[in-house]
């Protein structure tokens, strides 16, 4: 799985360099930055999507095709 996003050419670059950087430290440091980056992007990631939802939902008016 790890050759298939390092190859793939529309993975993230942030992606690529972020499995680059966990294959050489110890796994525990990585396994503790990976926690660490869910809480923090997860949260962010869910507040602008639901805002994204708010705003589709504000902007909706039924039978005008917006």
Do not use: Q
Not at 49 to 66: F, L, N
């Amino acid at each position: 799985m790890i050759d298939f996003v390092m190859t793939h050419p529309h993975m993230g670059s942030w992606l690529k360099d972020a499995v680059r950087a966990t294959l050489e430290p110890d796994p525990f440091e990585a396994l503790n930055d990976l926690e660490i980056l869910n809480h923090l992007i997860r949260v962010r990631c869910e507040a602008l999507a639901a805002g994204a939802i708010e705003g589709a939902d504000a902007t909706y008016r039924p039978g005008d095709g917006t």
